[in-house]
């Protein structure tokens, strides 16, 4: 009996264990099978993200291939505004902001902004470093030189014609020079097709008239938001300017030698291969596209750089070029004890950081060219005569002056109207006084960098006066909201604060009035040509002892004012770079003399 108990047992132990064997048999081949049908998947996306990856990068190429041939063009690019159209951290934070607001507005913005982008199908709210190299390039050279429709005022609506490398181009010249280096493939080395070997270039250059004319420029520089208020207004004010009426273009101030000055055009090769230079006399068009626009962006995110993407756009983000990483200076400091820092993973080799750092000094000179053709377009549109004095120069009495500006630009308003009241054009004028010491000023600025108007965070919280003078040329949003009176705002959306904000459909046609019943712009910019005359008066307790004055005058101009950078969401670095490329122009200074 006990043998036998004892079998039973035995037997019955065995079944336990086959049981559970066979059980985690069972589970092993199905957690198995789920982590092939997850790798499999994963593989898919993968796939499927390659595919898409594949196919951009080869229906829409990037700059870089474009570069080989036409480096002259590339460089102007690569710091232009229309290169940080896609980059600019301002415009995502804007267009975040808007989107909450208005979340009707869509792809709107970004299809000016990231054409390729919206060509290949991105979300709208895809991040940076998420997107295509290609589309993180904003208005690249296939978002003009691949449109071969001509448009109007569709607000951005543009069809880039897929292809690759080889696909047809379409420019202001024909294709004679074209054809004659594919008729000599072999001497200039070049492939004009997939299969054959050498430099990859387009087959064929088509000329294409309108991308020479001002028209061109239109569907992304007359902006009309779903509200129907202009964002852009500079068609409008061009096509009836004397620059338009004299056949002036955009592309001649713009793109001419003479950065604002319709003075003609630069000459250069159509494209160099090699040692090989291709039509050298031909009219060169400056694709760095002078205007006021600058970048607020990391070195070594912008300008577009080639050596840059080694790393993506979350590691450039973490590199301190405020801190000057990986120069020669800092990397001493580190190695003898004297600076301590936590690097993150990614620029814990010294090496790393010292490649990151010769692309940041690239890309910073770049900017530098850059910021000194800002300044020249901005100083060759505009001029400031005087002072011209109102009043006795005597002392213990008010003083009374004006400036005389002039819009010097024949094409647009100064400044353009682009972006409704975001650009600041204002005048800061100061008075020494005898013993050296400022004794007035107005046009100054508050702690954040804001002048002193109803918009300073200063002002309001009664840190500083309210500039009673300020001359200020900057556009203001003027909202009647239905239970209030008429107040300025930030941006053109009527908030219904009662309610959940939305929208408030037109009841007449925008398209007539240039903006719908409860938002209106209070232009302040001077017309082509115009003058206008800045009027100031120093109260006479200010002026009571004789003696040498002086008068110091410049105008300054700045992209966005801080205020709205904060209300959108910017970062305090982006605020600091706001104000460190913030402009002087036209500055002088007049001494005078106060008698008794």
Known sequence: MKVQSSIRINNKTHALWMTALSLLMMATLIIFAMSSAHAAGKAAEAGADAHAKIYGEDSYPSASKCKACHTQIYEEWRSSSHAYAGISPMFHKFEQKITELAPTIGNFCVRCHMSVGTSLGEDRATPLWKRSQVSREGVTCISCHRVNTEYSKSNGERRIEPGNIHAPVYGPFDGKALEGVINNAATYKVAPTPEARGTKIHASAVQFEQISKSEFCVSCHQVAVNLGIKLEVVWDQYRSSPAKEKGISCQDCHMGKVPGKAEGYETGPAAKLGKEVI??????????????????????????????????????????????????????????????????????????????????????????????????????????????????????????????????????????????????????????????????????????????????????????????????????????????????????????????????????????????????????????????????????????????????????????????????????????????????????????????
């Open 279 to 596: 039509n050298p006399n031909r009219r060169h068009s400056n694709h760095a596209f002078y205007g006021p626009g600058y970048p607020i962006a990391h070195p070594g995110v912008f300008p577009h750089n080639e050596n840059a993407e080694r790393w993506s756009m979350e590691d450039w983000l973490k590199f301190d070029y405020r801190a000057k990483w990986g120069s020669e200076e800092f990397e001493a400091a580190v190695s003898a004890g004297k600076v301590k820092v936590k690097f993150p993973e990614v620029w814990s080799d010294a090496t790393d950081r010292a490649s990151a750092w010769e692309v940041v000094n690239e890309n910073l000179e770049a900017i530098n060219k850059k910021k000194e053709l800002r300044a020249k377009v901005m100083e060759n549109g505009a001029k400031i005569d005087g002072p011209f004095f109102k009043s006795s120069l005597k002392a213990g009495q008010a003083l009374e002056f004006s400036y005389k500006v002039t819009n010097t630009n024949s094409g647009h308003n100064l400044p353009s109207g682009s972006l409704g009241a975001q650009p600041e054009l204002w005048m800061n004028v100061a008075l020494i006084g005898p013993d050296g010491k400022r004794i007035w000023e107005s046009g100054h600025v508050d702690s954040a960098g804001d002048f002193a108007d109803i918009h300073s965070l200063d002002v309001r919280a009664g840190k500083i006066p309210f500039d009673d003078q300020l001359w200020s040329l900057q556009t203001k949003f003027l909202t009647t909201n239905v239970k209030g009176t008429e107040r300025e705002m930030y941006l053109p959306v009527n908030l219904d604060v009662d309610q959940i904000p939305h929208l408030r459909p037109p009841t007449q046609p925008v398209t007539v009035m240039n903006h719908p019943p409860f938002v209106r712009m209070e232009q302040r910019s001077i017309p082509p040509l115009g003058s206008r005359d800045a009027t100031f008066k120093i109260p006479a307790k200010l002026m009571t002892a004789p003696g040498k004055y002086k008068l110091a005058v410049r105008m300054r101009s700045r992209a966005e004012p801080i205020y709205f950078m904060r209300f959108v969401g910017a970062t305090t670095d982006m605020e600091r770079s706001m104000n460190e490329w913030m402009l002087n122009i036209h500055a002088s200074s007049a001494e005078f003399e106060v008698k008794k």
